[in-house]
């Protein structure tokens, strides 16, 4: 099993400020790797996938990058309703689909 | 527009059982895979099992032989069988397509909640 483990667990970022986060996997899984946001009480929503394109309606400030074992995902420049969850989830090795345990992008 | 749309879920005792809904929109459940994922209270996501187009299905090691999921291709839906269900299996329950390349759409999830 695939096991992503995500940095930091909680990142505090002020408006318009930039938020880098960090997925590692514990293996190879090429860039075979897609993010989602949660908003509170929302389901998650597809940003990334292919470690860096963008899903249909993502904006562009939304960028992902990696491949390997370490994946960035990188919001250029925080609006207020980026502050949320975010997830990363391979899609390499399945069963299981696994994902990070998250990062919580919080309001400085 | 393409659309899940979970049902089913509720309150049950540790030991008791429940069946999950999840009737889609512009999507055809026979032609691809439909997975379910959930989400404790508080704590992150959790794949649980897949139906293939081929009716191929595969369970997370929690819950191996005492969930099942199926489809009705007539009503295109798919659902959630679960059974001994115990208190580390609340959680919300989010029905979801698994592409080739990330998990979309998502529906909006159903909580289940077991306690006595």
């Known amino acids: 099993e695939v096991v992503l483990t995500q940095s930091p667990a909680t990142l505090s970022v002020s408006p318009g400020e930039k938020a880098t986060l960090s997925c590692r996997a514990s293996q190879s899984i090429s860039t075979n790797l897609a993010w989602y946001q949660q908003r509170p009480g929302q389901a998650p929503r597809l940003l990334i996938y292919g470690a860096s394109t963008r899903d249909t309606g993502i904006p562009d400030r939304f960028s992902g990058s990696g491949s390997g074992t370490e994946f960035t995902l990188t919001i250029s420049s925080l609006q207020s309703e980026d502050f949320a969850v975010y997830y990363c989830q391979q899609y390499d090795n399945w069963p299981p689909w696994t994902f990070g345990q998250g990062t919580k992008v919080e309001i400085k | 527009e393409v659309q899940l749309v979970e049902s089913g879920g509720g309150l049950v005792q540790p030991g008791g059982s429940l069946r999950l809904s999840c009737a889609a929109s512009?999507?055809?459940?026979?032609?691809?895979?439909m997975s379910w994922v959930r989400q404790a209270p508080g704590k992150g996501l959790e794949w649980v099992s897949v139906?293939?187009?081929?009716?191929?299905?595969f369970y997370a090691d929690s819950v191996k032989g005492r969930f099942t999921t199926s489809r009705d291709n007539s009503n295109n839906t798919v659902y959630l069988q679960m059974n001994s269900l115990r208190a580390e299996d609340t959680a919300v329950y989010y029905c979801?397509?698994?592409?080739?390349?990330?998990?979309?759409?998502w529906g909006r999830g159903t909580p289940v909640t077991v306690s006595s």
């Open positions: 979801a397509r698994i592409l080739g390349a990330g998990i979309d759409p």
């Open positions: 139906i293939n187009w081929e009716g191929n299905t």
């Open positions: 512009e999507l055809p459940v026979s032609s691809n895979y």
